[in-house]
């Protein structure tokens, strides 16, 4: 089909693929890819249009991990690179930089392979006080096993967010180690005299899992804690608000009040709200009452990990650069046992168990990063990569559901690691107005008390991104990115003028002749916007009616628009660039665009002059 | 009747005023005859100055002897005074609440804009028709026609159009040649009355073959039933060669409540997301944005793409027919993107073209007393140009601060310039001889630089914006303006200023020191040669 560009979508995009009622053109076929693209294929014949369906649908649900695509894909580097890759994030360096171990905290070997927990990694922080008697008591009396150890540590005032599963207590149930272990955490701040517990979801929902014998915690058997419901919900509620959001980002021309009240109806931001609200609360409970907290929600694996790094980027500037990004996903998510591959479907399984979990809090960064524009190291596009790879399995690092599968599996030895990926080509990931000594790259970032419904924002830069029409037609992070890069240049070239201008100014001095070199032209040609530009075509303005028919700038009309967007990025992705760069392809294959008008090439070839004038007859 | 006559009490010592964000402030209170001042009388602390006619409302409370006035302003800030003793407190708040008529110290400065932007083509021309504001109180003294039509036939279309805004030159597309023209509805009434002066008018510039389209403002329905008022829209079988559009802009009170309700869903103060979104929604205010954009994109695309005339119009042909006109002309003109030409368009657009300002912009948000012409379609057309820069970032000269001004300026000011509801009144008021005109002290380089945008890069295209409800944000700058802290934003515009100021700096160097370099170099060789 001449109008598709070149698709390329790795199998382990497609989120669900959809035969639809077959055409004069032929059968269409509408896939929907989790990094929210959503193209559609005509395929002529019925039959073959059958076929494709059937394969794409095994190809989509891989059984096997090996039948992933970071299994045979090669970036062209050697063993050794491959392994550098790998040593790029280093947890225990991570916990060193936090001032660990100490007088308080230290690692504790009780989960070596995995003895105690599968789900955690063998290296974990615990407080000195809590022997491995302790531990193992503890472990019991928790959900999976999944016993309280550090999360974070704000090395500021001996405060720290620990991280665990629900307590077994059903009813009335109790555990002394539990409560020690409580108590070592308590103890482990001596600025500190109570410990927050906060349970992530909403209080019925704990007061049902108790009927199951589990549950939270009785504050008459802990001595000294302070409990606190935060109503997240759990993953199915997010599964459906985000399909519910697709669906309206997905609907063909809304109107204002469609799209709104969809939105509304969502109830997307309201999740992303109660997310972000606790986050807010375990900050300030450390930043500024120098409590410690303990973070629960039933496993623990999914809302406490939102939550305990959402705070943690709150708290901690590091998290917000680059590479503290990585430590934190590596640390929050990936070390202790997020359920990467049931929660993204990366292997054929139950569909109840996937949720757009990360993506959550992915989208809190991105709250976060257009509330405090100069605070992060990195930009929107670093995040819409991950969010990308996260369901690519393109590289390694997401694979499984802990890391003792990870390494059963040997991901190091036979794939490659994104961070590596990502901080090779670091350029096109930097905020520009990111500078290591500015105020808002220092402390904690203070969020308004106030209640600021408004502050939450519809992203369509994720989840409208492959529709480029949409989105602001100017990057201005490009631009300031070309200004920066330039300055630099100007820089070193003034250093090179200078020390010339030096010696010749020596030279004379000595009355020597020296020939030097012609100063180079100037270089400096702006940053014209018509350089780096694709062209800018007039959408649909009319509505529910039939498209405007308008030419395609390709066909003549130069000057149409040309204007800078960032299309003009050298995307370093390959994947990502065959799937973002294509403006007018991807608004064809969308379907959702009609301003594209090769729908109908015959319309838009022959100047049918009768079927623009019905367009306004309708109007 | 001056002001300061009814000042009973000009100064109340120890009033503390509270505002969001700001620690509270002690301080004198002083009243002026133009101004509410709050000084705390220390060096380095702010002090308020509030002009009178900014105020939109006022509530008054007593707690003992101690009274709180709470000011609501027409630019939604929300401020409160806390003033000790009953009587200073009920004297302060009656001197306020006194609406200022006497606006004569206000002014205006007029253009030659006009003239500049009617040299482009030969197939118009200036006509003086309505010298004396005789014929059509709200059209300036000098209106742009086809040259084949002379006044004769302009007055007998006078007759004919609403307000007798009979069709004028809005804009000229270079490009192409293409023009749109605006006027009021054509009276065609009950009985289909036609003028052949009208359709001689609009006809007159439409080129062989080719045909025009119509863009009316109002739904079909609403057109239809403006006949039974003498009102209507052009009948196919007069205006053959032309196609008519409806579009539905609101208009009025549908516009007056929807900003209430916005204004209003922005200051409640509930943790709840669901009612923000769902009272956002409500206000119907971003459905208003849209529809405005979607058809001022649509008079674009007909004029660049189509190559086609269009007449704009709606009922009176001052309110969303120049949002349309004004706006189709952000999108596809250059020069109306920067700062000069932006206030060009204004001008002409607005004020020329008699948009009531004095009507419209009375009160806003807050105030009780509706009136039934009041209606923010200039804050509306703001918010549009907004998007468009939101979406084109680089493409402006100006920056949202520049709209923000404006945006107070319509509401409230010291200049003359959104004085009056048109020229014939502007005029009457002598305001260019008694008052100082806006654009005069925003034109000085010390206010400029505030209101420029360090992105800017001429971009000589016609620049197509996304109606999409997922392109069309709230504007946080107006609406979100006192219920957020903007400290981060502006340290992020900063930033962004002085990463571009730095790159300027470094490049003059470089010239300097490459210039000294050749100029070396040369004297070197002039040694070396004889």
Not at chain 1, 236 to 262: I, T
Not at chain 1, 267 to 286: E, N, P
Not at chain 1, 378 to 384: P, S
């Amino acid at each position: 089909m001449e109008h598709i560009r070149t698709p390329k979508i790795l199998h382990s995009q497609i989120s669900t693929i959809e035969k639809q009622a077959t055409t004069a053109t032929g059968c269409p076929l509408l896939i929907r890819c989790k990094n929210f693209q959503i193209i559609q294929l005509i395929i002529p014949q019925e039959r073959d249009c059958h076929d494709v369906y059937i394969s794409l649908i095994r190809l989509a649900r891989p059984v096997k991990y090996e039948e992933l695509y970071c299994f045979s894909f090669n970036p062209m580097l050697d063993k050794e690179e491959r392994e550098q890759g790998w040593v790029l994030i280093d947890l225990s360096e991570e916990y060193t930089r936090m001032g660990l171990p100490n007088h308080y905290w230290q690692l504790s070997d009780v989960n070596r392979d995995y003895r105690v927990c599968d789900s955690y990694p063998t290296e974990l922080y615990v407080p000195k006080s809590a022997t491995a008697h302790i531990i193992v008591g503890s472990s019991k009396f928790r959900s999976r096993r999944r016993f309280p150890v550090l999360s974070y540590y704000y090395k500021d005032n001996h405060a720290s967010i620990c991280r665990s599963s629900q307590p077994l207590s059903g009813f009335s149930a109790r555990c002394l180690e539990d409560e020690q272990m409580l108590q070592a955490i308590r103890k482990a701040n001596p600025g500190s005299d109570f410990v927050y517990v906060v349970d992530t979801r909403p209080k019925l929902n704990a007061m049902a899992n108790r009927a199951a014998g589990k549950g939270y915690e009785n504050e008459d058997n802990y001595s000294n804690i302070k409990f606190q419901f935060i109503g997240i919900e759990n993953i199915h509620v997010m599964r459906n608000s985000l399909q519910k959001m697709l669906e309206v980002c997905e609907l063909k021309s809304p109107s204002m009040s469609d799209f709104l009240w969809g939105l509304e109806n969502s109830g997307w931001l309201r999740h992303i709200k109660a997310i972000m609200d606790a986050g807010i609360f375990i900050a300030k409970a450390v930043s500024e009452e120098g409590a410690s907290v303990l973070v629960h929600c039933s496993d623990g694996w999914d809302r406490t990990a939102q939550v305990c790094s959402v705070a943690s980027l709150l708290l901690d500037p590091h998290y917000r650069t680059l590479k503290g990004f990585m430590v934190l996903i590596e640390k929050d998510w990936i070390s202790f046992g997020h359920k990467f591959n049931h929660r993204y479907g990366n292997l054929d399984g139950d569909p109840k168990e996937i949720s757009p979990v990360i993506d959550q809090f992915i989208e809190c960064v991105w709250q976060l990063m257009e509330q405090f524009p100069c605070a992060f190291e990195f930009n929107e596009r670093f995040l819409i990569h991950i969010q990308h790879h996260i369901y690519s399995c393109q590289f390694g690092n997401f694979l499984c559901n802990s890391q003792k599968e990870r390494r059963e599996l040997k991901i190091q030895e036979r794939t490659y690691s994104l961070w590596a990926h990502l901080w090779k080509n670091r350029a096109d990931y930097l905020n520009p107005l990111f500078r290591a000594d500015h105020s808002q790259t220092q402390g904690t970032l203070h969020l308004p008390t106030t209640p600021c419904n408004f502050m939450y924002k519809f992203w369509s830069g994720m989840y409208n991104r492959f529709e480029k029409g949409m989105q602001p037609r100017q990057s201005v992070t490009d631009y300031l990115m070309a200004v920066k890069e330039e300055t630099q240049q100007l820089e070193e070239e003034l250093e090179a003028l200078e020390e010339r201008l030096e010696k010749i100014q020596k030279v004379q001095l000595n009355c020597t002749k020296v020939k030097s070199k012609q100063s180079e032209p100037s270089k400096h040609s702006g940053f014209s916007t018509s350089d780096n530009s694709i062209a800018n075509t007039p959408q649909d303005y009319s509505g529910n009616m039939k498209s405007f028919p308008s030419r395609s700038p390709s066909q003549g009309d130069e000057d149409s628009a040309l204007i800078l967007t960032q299309d003009n990025l050298k995307s370093s992705d390959p994947d990502l660039s065959a799937n973002s760069d294509q403006e007018s392809g991807v608004e064809d294959l969308s379907c959702r665009s009609p301003s594209g008008g090769e729908h109908a090439p015959s319309e838009d070839s022959g100047k049918d002059r009768d079927s623009d004038e019905a367009v306004f007859l309708t109007a | 009747m001056e002001f300061a006559e009814l000042i009973k009490t000009p100064r109340v010592d120890n009033v503390v005023l509270h505002r969001p964000f700001y620690p509270a402030v002690e301080g004198t209170l002083c009243l002026t005859g133009h101004h509410l001042i709050l000084s705390s009388r220390q060096d380095n602390t702010e002090e308020l100055w509030l002009l009178h006619s900014n105020i939109d409302a006022i509530d008054k409370r007593f707690v003992g002897s101690l009274g709180t006035i709470i000011i609501k302003c027409k630019d939604f800030r929300i401020i409160q005074l806390d003033i000790p003793g009953m009587e200073e407190c009920l004297n302060i708040a009656s001197s306020i609440e006194f609406e200022v008529i006497e606006d004569g110290w206000h002014s205006f400065l007029p253009e030659q804009e006009f003239e500049l932007y009617s040299s482009a083509t030969s197939e118009w021309r200036l006509s003086y028709v309505y010298k004396g504001f005789a014929v059509c109180p709200s059209y300036p003294p000098i209106v742009t026609v086809p040259k084949s039509i002379d006044d004769e036939a302009l007055r007998k279309v006078a007759t004919f159009r609403h307000g007798g805004r009979f069709p004028v030159l809005s804009y000229y597309h270079k490009k192409n040649g293409m023009v749109i023209m605006r006027s009021g509805q054509p009276l065609t009434g009950t009985n289909g009355r036609r003028c052949k002066e009208d359709e001689k008018l609009i006809n007159a510039t439409l080129r062989a073959g080719k045909r025009g389209y119509i863009i009316d403002t109002r739904s079909l329905n609403v057109a239809q039933q403006t006949r039974a008022k003498g009102g209507g829209f052009e009948q196919e079988a007069h205006y053959p060669q032309w196609r008519r559009i409806h579009k539905s802009i609101e208009r009025y009170h549908i516009l007056q409540e929807s900003l209430i309700k916005l204004v209003e869903a922005c200051n409640d103060q509930t943790h709840n997301m669901d009612r923000w979104l769902s009272k956002l929604e409500a206000s119907n205010w971003l459905t208003h944005i849209k529809e405005i954009l979607t058809t001022a994109c649509l008079a674009a695309q007909c004029i660049d793409r189509e190559g086609a005339l269009i007449l704009i119009h709606g009922t009176e042909g001052t309110d969303s027919t120049l949002q349309v006109t004004s706006l189709a002309q952000i999108i596809l003109e250059p020069r109306s993107r920067t700062i000069r030409g932006f206030e060009a368009l204004i001008e002409r657009e607005w004020l020329q073209a008699g948009h009531p300002f004095q009507q419209r912009c009375a009160q806003s948000a807050y105030c009780n007393t509706k009136q039934k012409w009041e209606a923010p379609v200039f804050l509306l057309f703001l918010d549009c140009v907004w998007q468009i820069l939101r979406q084109f970032p680089c493409s402006f000269e100006f920056n949202e601060n520049f709209l923000i001004m404006l945006f107070e300026h319509a509401y409230a000011s010291q200049f003359g310039t959104f004085l009056g509801n048109n020229e014939s009144e502007r005029c009457k008021l002598k305001l260019q001889q008694k008052t100082m005109s806006l654009w005069s002290w925003v034109n000085q380089p010390s206010e400029l630089s505030k209101f420029t945008n360090p992105l800017f890069e001429a971009n000589n295209l016609v620049i197509w914006p996304s109606v999409a409800p997922q392109s069309l944000p709230l504007w946080e700058g107006i609406f979100l303006r006192w219920n957020r802290s903007s400290k981060y934003l502006d340290e992020a515009y900063e930033e962004m200023v002085n990463i571009i100021e730095y790159n300027k700096e470094l490049q003059a160097k470089v010239n300097i020191l490459r210039r000294q370099l050749a100029e070396l170099e040369t004297e070197d060789g002039m040694q070396e040669s004889p």
